[in-house]
């Protein structure tokens, strides 16, 4: 595949100097550009987007209506489904576990309705009511033409990334879980149904990633693990997202700890460290900031941004000016060799070490 060639650099403030370190559109970048009479290939836009599930009372509200243009902007939109989606009585659970989501089908017509084009299932919930209930969710996703990632019907299935044109271009897609891993120990996947990011299948992690890489001009790795509530990363999901980038992961967005954590770099590969809640009850106070994580395509290089969003109970709308500022602050505070602009643009500053402290 034709890779984008992109046009970062990432030199140091001068010492001793008051200049502000350089900073540009963060981008992936290149050692090659060569002149051809093809004509270039439009940009197009991935939106993600966080945690979304339709229980507790959301399954019966619109939790997009009022953000329905913001997730039609992007050119392929995606969010984590966070939840088993089947009938009441079908499967049961597996393990005995603190919060359960089984969420009713007709809640996937929202996800129609909004403009949501794709889902990732590599988490925690998505298999909360056994194989039977990931299977219906896996028929109700595909009845709708919703694309999916992340799960399947069996492990070669679940570890399969998503190869989708979008324009001009071939985006690869890989959704995996970090978490739980405690029951993984013994190197037998019993789960098969997930695609796990847990040290003992390393080897199919490795080869997820690198299947998409071969395939697609752009590769998007999400993971979903890390510490809930936190707003640095955890250190293994540190060097989890560095072993994507040696890869050759173009960009990772992580999920799980429901909240918006910051931007970073590892080398010429974009992150985000966590995108935070999206549809998702009970988001509020600082757990209700969201947004959706936007990566732009272009002949010039990869570039990742942020729309910043209000959940309040799992129903998102679009922030005041105020919420906006306040969420970016929080972005820019926890980023690392990243800041975000006031239009949601992340820009490479190398010099700037937020406070997580150097994150890779």
């Known amino acids: 595949m034709t890779r984008p060639s992109p046009t970062i650099t990432s ?36 939106g993600i987007a966080g945690d979304s599930t339709f229980t507790n009372g959301l399954e019966t509200r619109d939790p997009f209506g009022q953000v329905t243009a913001e997730l039609q902007a992007p050119d392929l939109m995606v969010i984590n489904l966070e939840t088993a989606v089947a009938d009441p009585g079908v499967g049961r659970p597996p393990v005995d576990k603190a919060f359960l989501f089984l969420s009713p089908p007709e809640s996937l017509d929202l996800l129609t309705a909004a403009g949501i084009d794709a889902v990732t299932l590599g988490n925690n919930h998505a298999l909360d009511f056994g194989p039977a209930a990931l ?7 595909d009845a709708r033409g919703i694309l999916r990632v992340g799960a399947g019907r069996t492990e070669a299935e679940a570890y399969e990334p998503l190869i989708v044109p979008v ?21 037998e996947n019993t789960r098969e149904q997930i695609g796990w990011a847990c040290p003992p299948f390393a080897d199919r992690i490795d080869a997820a ?7 697609a001009d752009v590769t998007i790795v999400m993971a979903h693990g890390g510490e809930e509530g936190v707003l640095c990363p955890s250190p293994f999901m540190v060097e989890l997202t560095q072993h994507f980038a040696d890869l050759g992961a173009d960009a990772v967005v992580n ?40 990566v732009e395509i272009s002949e010039s290089g990869v570039t990742m941004g942020l729309v910043p969003m209000r959940s309040e109970g799992g129903v998102l709308r679009p922030p005041t000016d105020t919420e906006r500022a306040a969420i970016l602050d929080q972005v820019n505070r926890y980023s690392n060799g990243v800041r975000v602009d006031d239009e949601g643009t992340a820009l490479a500053d190398p010099s700037f070490v937020g406070e997580c402290g150097p994150l890779g």
Not at 135 to 141: A, H, S, Y
Not at 264 to 292: E, K, M
């Open 167 to 187: 324009g001009d271009w071939t985006v690869g897609l890989v959704s995996l879980s970090r978490v739980p891993c405690d029951w993984s120990a013994s190197g």
């Open 11 to 46: 030199g140091d403030p001068q010492v001793g100097s008051t200049v502000q370190a350089t900073t540009e559109p963060a981008t992936t970048a290149s050692t090659t550009s060569t002149a051809s009479t093809i004509a270039p290939r439009a940009d197009v836009v991935i």
């Open 135 to 141: 299977e219906q969710t896996l028929d109700e996703l």
């Open 255 to 294: 999920g799980h700890p429901h909240v918006l954590q910051g931007l970073g770099r590892h080398g010429d590969t974009l992150v985000a460290y966590s995108t935070g809640n999206f549809a998702f009850p009970p988001a509020g106070g600082i757990s209700g900031n969201s947004a959706i994580v936007t």
């Open 209 to 215: 990633v690198l299947a998409a890489v071969d395939q």
